[in-house]
Protein backbone atom coordinates (compact mmCIF):
# COMPACT_ATOMS: atom_id res chain seq x y z
CA UNK A 1 0.00 0.00 0.00
CA UNK A 2 1.28 3.67 -1.48
CA UNK A 3 1.39 5.83 2.00
CA UNK A 4 -1.28 8.57 1.36
CA UNK A 5 -1.45 11.88 3.37
CA UNK A 6 -5.25 12.65 2.46
CA UNK A 7 -6.45 8.91 3.41
CA UNK A 8 -9.16 8.52 6.49
CA UNK A 9 -6.59 7.68 9.65
CA UNK A 10 -7.72 4.06 9.82
CA UNK A 11 -6.24 3.33 6.44
CA UNK A 12 -3.13 4.64 7.16
CA UNK A 13 -0.85 0.82 8.08
CA UNK A 14 0.64 2.83 11.15
CA UNK A 15 -2.61 4.53 12.28
CA UNK A 16 -4.68 1.62 12.22
CA UNK A 17 -2.30 -0.38 14.06
CA UNK A 18 -2.63 2.29 16.79
CA UNK A 19 -6.15 3.31 16.37
CA UNK A 20 -7.76 0.69 18.82
CA UNK A 21 -5.40 1.74 21.89
CA UNK A 22 -5.37 5.73 20.92
CA UNK A 23 -9.13 4.91 21.16
CA UNK A 24 -8.95 3.70 23.98
CA UNK A 25 -7.22 6.31 25.64
CA UNK A 26 -3.58 4.76 25.34
CA UNK A 27 -0.62 7.20 25.54
CA UNK A 28 1.71 5.76 22.25
CA UNK A 29 3.02 9.07 21.26
CA UNK A 30 4.71 10.86 24.18
CA UNK A 31 2.90 12.03 26.48
CA UNK A 32 0.30 13.49 23.99
CA UNK A 33 -2.80 11.97 22.28
CA UNK A 34 -2.12 11.92 18.18
CA UNK A 35 -4.37 14.22 16.74
CA UNK A 36 -5.32 11.79 13.46
CA UNK A 37 -8.31 14.28 12.20
CA UNK A 38 -8.25 15.35 8.73
CA UNK A 39 -7.03 19.61 8.96
CA UNK A 40 -8.65 21.91 6.64
CA UNK A 41 -6.06 21.03 3.63
CA UNK A 42 -6.14 17.14 4.38
CA UNK A 43 -3.13 17.07 6.23
CA UNK A 44 -1.98 17.40 10.24
CA UNK A 45 1.35 17.10 11.75
CA UNK A 46 0.27 14.00 12.88
CA UNK A 47 -0.34 12.34 9.58
CA UNK A 48 3.26 13.50 8.42
CA UNK A 49 4.80 12.17 11.32
CA UNK A 50 2.96 8.87 10.59
CA UNK A 51 4.39 8.86 6.97
CA UNK A 52 7.65 9.83 8.04
CA UNK A 53 7.40 6.80 11.02
CA UNK A 54 5.96 4.66 8.09
CA UNK A 55 8.54 5.63 4.81
CA UNK A 56 12.10 6.05 6.74
CA UNK A 57 12.47 2.71 7.62
CA UNK A 58 11.83 1.32 4.18
CA UNK A 59 14.47 4.33 2.77
CA UNK A 60 17.31 3.21 5.40
CA UNK A 61 16.15 -0.77 4.77
CA UNK A 62 16.84 -0.13 0.99
CA UNK A 63 20.73 1.92 1.92
CA UNK A 64 21.66 -0.87 4.41
CA UNK A 65 20.95 -3.44 1.89
CA UNK A 66 22.90 -1.29 -0.66
CA UNK A 67 25.86 -0.68 1.44
CA UNK A 68 25.92 -4.41 2.39
CA UNK A 69 27.51 -4.88 -1.23
CA UNK A 70 30.09 -2.17 -0.55
CA UNK A 71 33.06 -3.98 -0.66
CA UNK A 72 35.72 -4.42 2.02
CA UNK A 73 36.43 -3.13 4.51
CA UNK A 74 32.45 -3.20 5.36
CA UNK A 75 31.18 -0.64 7.32
CA UNK A 76 28.04 -0.82 9.29
CA UNK A 77 25.47 1.76 9.52
CA UNK A 78 26.40 3.03 12.50
CA UNK A 79 30.16 3.29 11.32
CA UNK A 80 28.84 4.96 8.05
CA UNK A 81 27.08 7.32 10.56
CA UNK A 82 29.60 8.34 12.14
CA UNK A 83 32.01 9.00 9.14
CA UNK A 84 29.03 11.69 7.68
CA UNK A 85 28.76 13.36 11.15
CA UNK A 86 32.61 13.28 11.62
CA UNK A 87 32.73 14.72 7.89
CA UNK A 88 29.98 17.40 8.98
CA UNK A 89 31.74 18.41 12.13
CA UNK A 90 34.96 17.92 12.44
CA UNK A 91 36.66 17.76 15.77
CA UNK A 92 33.36 16.43 17.54
CA UNK A 93 33.51 14.73 21.04
CA UNK A 94 32.76 10.88 21.87
CA UNK A 95 29.43 12.52 24.03
CA UNK A 96 28.53 14.38 20.68
CA UNK A 97 28.86 11.62 18.03
CA UNK A 98 27.18 9.41 20.86
CA UNK A 99 24.09 11.63 21.00
CA UNK A 100 23.91 11.90 17.26
CA UNK A 101 24.05 7.96 17.00
CA UNK A 102 21.47 7.68 19.80
CA UNK A 103 23.82 5.17 21.71
CA UNK A 104 25.71 5.47 24.68
CA UNK A 105 28.83 6.87 25.40
CA UNK A 106 30.75 2.67 25.68
CA UNK A 107 28.81 2.02 22.38
CA UNK A 108 29.66 5.36 20.68
CA UNK A 109 33.44 4.45 21.62
CA UNK A 110 33.28 0.71 20.88
CA UNK A 111 32.46 1.80 17.13
CA UNK A 112 34.72 4.72 17.34
CA UNK A 113 37.21 1.98 18.45
CA UNK A 114 37.35 0.20 15.22
CA UNK A 115 36.95 3.13 12.82
CA UNK A 116 40.38 3.99 14.57
CA UNK A 117 42.22 0.79 13.65
CA UNK A 118 41.04 1.04 10.15
CA UNK A 119 42.67 4.15 10.19
CA UNK A 120 39.66 6.10 9.35
CA UNK A 121 39.06 8.10 11.66
CA UNK A 122 41.67 10.01 13.97
CA UNK A 123 41.45 10.08 17.83
CA UNK A 124 43.01 12.65 19.73
CA UNK A 125 42.71 13.84 23.72
CA UNK A 126 41.48 17.11 24.39
CA UNK A 127 43.73 20.36 24.41
CA UNK A 128 42.06 21.61 27.52
CA UNK A 129 39.90 18.76 28.34
CA UNK A 130 41.99 15.75 29.63
CA UNK A 131 39.10 12.89 30.09
CA UNK A 132 37.98 14.35 26.39
CA UNK A 133 38.74 13.37 22.96
CA UNK A 134 38.71 14.72 19.45
CA UNK A 135 37.33 12.94 16.80
CA UNK A 136 38.31 14.01 13.23
CA UNK A 137 38.52 12.05 9.82
CA UNK A 138 41.34 11.20 8.13
CA UNK A 139 41.78 10.98 4.69
CA UNK A 140 41.35 7.16 4.37
CA UNK A 141 38.45 7.48 6.17
CA UNK A 142 36.94 10.57 3.69
CA UNK A 143 37.98 8.79 0.94
CA UNK A 144 36.24 5.34 2.07
CA UNK A 145 32.78 7.76 2.91
CA UNK A 146 33.49 8.88 -0.83
CA UNK A 147 33.35 5.43 -2.54
CA UNK A 148 30.72 4.78 -0.18
CA UNK A 149 28.68 7.29 -0.61
CA UNK A 150 29.37 7.04 -5.04
CA UNK A 151 28.35 3.08 -4.81
CA UNK A 152 25.61 3.46 -2.61
CA UNK A 153 24.21 6.79 -5.14
CA UNK A 154 24.99 4.59 -8.44
CA UNK A 155 23.55 1.35 -7.02
CA UNK A 156 20.10 3.58 -5.49
CA UNK A 157 19.73 5.56 -8.87
CA UNK A 158 17.67 3.43 -10.64
CA UNK A 159 15.09 3.76 -8.70
CA UNK A 160 14.52 7.25 -9.29
CA UNK A 161 14.77 6.05 -13.63
CA UNK A 162 11.02 5.95 -14.32
CA UNK A 163 10.41 9.53 -12.59
CA UNK A 164 9.77 12.52 -14.17
CA UNK A 165 11.37 15.24 -13.38
CA UNK A 166 8.53 17.12 -11.62
CA UNK A 167 8.88 14.23 -9.50
CA UNK A 168 12.20 14.30 -8.84
CA UNK A 169 12.10 18.10 -8.12
CA UNK A 170 9.21 17.19 -5.52
CA UNK A 171 11.56 14.62 -3.97
CA UNK A 172 14.56 16.85 -3.80
CA UNK A 173 11.94 19.38 -1.70
CA UNK A 174 10.54 17.09 -0.34
CA UNK A 175 14.08 15.61 1.64
CA UNK A 176 15.28 19.26 2.13
CA UNK A 177 12.29 20.38 4.08
CA UNK A 178 12.78 17.23 6.27
CA UNK A 179 16.43 18.16 6.85
CA UNK A 180 15.25 21.29 8.10
CA UNK A 181 12.85 19.81 9.90
CA UNK A 182 14.78 17.30 11.47
CA UNK A 183 18.18 20.35 12.26
CA UNK A 184 15.48 22.19 14.06
CA UNK A 185 16.18 24.89 11.44
CA UNK A 186 12.79 25.01 10.18
CA UNK A 187 11.22 28.30 9.87
CA UNK A 188 8.09 26.83 11.48
CA UNK A 189 9.35 26.48 14.88
Known amino acids: ?3 DLYAAPTEHPFCSRHLAEYSNGGDFS ?4 MNLEKSSTGITPDSC ?5 EIIPLIVGSLRAQMRNQGEPFLSISQFRS ?3 LYRYPGSSLSKLADYLGVTRPTASAICERLVQ ?3 VDR ?3 PQERRAVVLKLT ?3 RGRLEEIQALTCSNISPMF ?3 SQEQMESVLAGLTLLREVFDGKSNNR
Open 118 to 120: EKF
Open 139 to 141: ETG
Open 30 to 33: GGRK
Open 161 to 163: EDL
Open 1 to 3: MKF
Open 124 to 126: KEH
Open 49 to 53: AAAVV
Open 83 to 85: LMF
